[in-house]
């Protein structure tokens, strides 16, 4: 007799509310924070970002 509503977590209606291209960048924000501290440069992480964005969108087309 319960409803859905409590079986929804918030990070997952958080994330259901985004386009795909907001996934992404939410993904590649995390992932940066999460990289912060370790002994990669920063422009090592934005290369790769890079990267898999562009094959992201060559998907897309």
Excluded at 37 to 58: F, G, M
Aim: charged fraction near 30%.
């Amino acid at each position: 007799m319960g409803t859905q509503a409590g079986k929804i977590k918030p990070e997952e209606f958080i994330l259901s509310v985004l386009s795909p291209e907001e996934r992404l960048d939410a993904a590649f924000n995390v992932a940066r924070q999460a990289f912060r501290k370790t002994t990669l440069k920063t422009s090592d992480i934005e290369q790769a970002v890079s990267r898999i964005r562009n094959k992201a969108h060559e998907a897309q087309a």
